[in-house]
């Protein structure tokens, strides 16, 4: 890691999935995790499987996201790593059975993945701003974002997911050159078909038939290969302002 030893890695939506996956990455690398996540049962378990710390927080809700960090820089000190993993994953056409998508459904799902990364994101930031360079070249620290390949090839359903996900790749680098001088990087992660507790709730056949859909690996993505990119991120510090597509090269089709 670039940074010292122990350094406050925050990730939300670490309690399960990418995020769980990339918390227990960061812990290996020697930082000391703290998990932000609505689910208080499983953001413990896994802070105290990594001896990390758990943060009940909505990403949507600033002063949440606010509360959170406040308890992290009272506790551990500034956080110099913050990766943004929560999200929905809503399907709902634009126009399905005579009805419009229902707008609720789509502001729910920029809030959450859109704005919850925001609030995350540019909270850490400031934070990370405000204290001493403590890696090469100044660095004070690395924000990742996570995307989608549906903000480049959104399916049937997935407007409001595509939308949300858009934002994420349009907001990368312009933060990153907001917080340039500030000795602060940001990535953006797009992955493609993952295996994720989502996954989990399908029939095992579906499963595989998406994982077919990827040229190469034919399979379904692995939390530890998003981990792994992660901490790529964290370490080379010439990566910025970058989406860097994770997929197998997939590019998926309309349904």
């Given at each position: 890691m670039i940074f010292e030893n122990s350094a406050v890695a925050v990730v939300s939506g670490g309690a399960s999935g990418l995020g769980a996956a990339t918390a227990?990455?960061?812990s290996e690398m020697g930082a000391r995790v703290v998990?932000?996540?609505?689910?208080?049962?499983?953001?413990?378990?896994?802070?105290q499987e990594l001896g990390g710390v758990?943060?009940?927080?909505?990403?949507?809700?600033?002063?949440?996201?606010?509360?959170?960090f406040e308890a992290?820089?009272?506790?551990?000190?500034?956080?110099?790593?913050m990766v943004n993993c929560a999200g929905i994953a809503p399907a709902v056409k634009t126009v399905s059975r005579g009805a419009a998508h229902d707008p609720a459904i789509f502001a729910k799902a920029v809030q959450v993945n859109l704005i919850g990364s925001f609030n995350c994101a540019s909270q850490a930031a400031c934070l990370m701003a405000?204290?001493?360079?403590?890696?090469?070249?100044g660095?004070?620290?690395?924000?990742?974002?996570?995307?989608?390949?549906?903000?480049?090839?959104?399916?049937?359903?997935?407007?409001?997911?595509?939308?949300?996900?858009g934002g994420i790749v349009g907001m990368t680098l312009p933060m990153a050159r907001d917080l340039a001088d500030k000795g602060i990087r940001v990535c953006a992660i797009a992955p493609g078909i993952f295996a994720t507790p989502m996954m989990d709730g399908m029939p095992q056949e579906v499963q595989d038939a998406l994982g077919a859909q990827v040229p190469f690996p034919r399979r379904l993505g692995q939390g530890a290969e998003y981990a792994n990119l992660v901490g790529h991120i964290i370490d080379?510090?010439?990566?910025?302002?970058?989406?860097?597509?994770?997929?197998?090269?997939?590019?998926?089709?309309?349904?």
């Open positions: 227990r990455k960061l998990v932000f996540d609505l689910n208080i049962q499983a953001g413990e378990a896994v802070a758990f943060q009940h927080v909505d990403v949507a809700d600033p002063a949440s996201v606010a509360a959170g992290v820089l009272a506790t551990l000190g500034t956080p110099r790593v405000a204290a001493d360079p403590c890696g090469s070249d660095a004070r620290g690395v924000i990742v974002n996570t995307a989608s390949v549906a903000a480049y090839d959104g399916q049937i359903g997935q407007v409001a997911y595509s939308a949300s996900k080379n510090q010439m990566l910025n302002g970058e989406v860097i597509r994770l997929d197998g090269a997939i590019r998926m089709a309309p349904r």
